[in-house]
């Protein structure tokens, strides 16, 4: 049989970020495929391989990029290093939470939190979505704190909350060209975030990231002209 009458299919191509660890990396296990080319972010190297073992048997191709989504130089790195061949899926999952009173953030923290939580989506999205086919989607890993006001925590609601405004306006300007946006609201998900954050937190009452990875399989899985809009995910010991 002569195979080159039969041309391979493409591998579809996934990109997520913050793919390190937690739920980054608990979405790339599920979406892991013998025809799918990963494209992992994360800032921690040494996780990042860990990832990329976890991952690697059950994946066609991974390509780490190794990138600061809080500077606009990362961002464009990232976006250059991922190549000018279309993505079937983009999931915005990198964040970082700053837990103080507002009187307290500084400028820094303040424009980090901006940088990697709200425009590190917005130009992802904005260089990502125009070569999309159809079919493909957009996931947004929000948190209830999109929705919903913590004291001490002004700054990572902010961003949440900015990110979903954002990303509703850019589900109704992509409906017509059959590009998915998803959000996803996790409660409190048991991840390191929390070993960075002061204070004792009930970890065990928390989700897991596996949970959050279903969903988005579950959303990612309808037919291609179903959209599951907006999962919001609790634990049923109840919210922290």
């Known amino acids: 049989m002569d195979v080159r009458r ?6 579809k191509r996934y990109l997520i970020t913050g793919a390190s660890r937690g739920i980054g990396r608990a979405i790339a296990e599920k979406l892991a495929g013998k025809d799918v080319e990963l494209l992992l972010h994360g800032r921690d190297t040494v996780a990042l391989a860990q990832t990329r073992r976890v991952v690697e048997p059950q994946c066609g191709k991974i390509t780490l990029l190794i990138h600061d989504l809080a500077t ?3 961002v464009s790195d990232l976006i250059d290093e991922a190549g000018p061949e279309p993505i079937e899926l983009l999931a915005n999952n990198a964040g970082i939470a700053i837990v103080k009173p507002f ?3 500084t400028s820094i923290e303040w424009e980090q939190t901006i940088g990697v939580n709200i425009t590190a989506p917005f130009v992802l999205s904005q260089r990502f979505a125009p070569r999309m086919p159809p079919g493909s989607s957009i996931v947004n890993i929000l948190s209830v704190a999109a929705k919903t006001a913590f004291p001490n925590w002004s700054a990572y609601c902010m961003s949440k909350f900015a990110l979903e405004g954002f990303s509703r306006c850019v ?4 409906r017509d060209r059959k590009v998915r946006v998803i959000n996803v609201y996790p409660a409190a998900t048991d991840t390191d975030i929390w070993s960075q ?5 009930p970890r065990e009452r928390m989700m897991n990231a596996t949970q959050v ?3 988005v399989a579950f959303a990612l899985a309808r037919p ?3 959209l599951v809009e907006n999962i919001t995910l609790s634990s049923l010991v109840g919210n922290l």
């Open 72 to 74: 606009a130089h990362g």
């Open 103 to 105: 009187t307290e953030i």
């Open 224 to 226: 291609t002209d179903t």
């Open 197 to 201: 954050v002061e204070g004792q937190w």
């Open 6 to 11: 039969f041309p391979q299919k493409s591998m």
């Open 213 to 215: 990875a279903d969903a």
């Open 171 to 174: 589900r109704e300007e992509l």
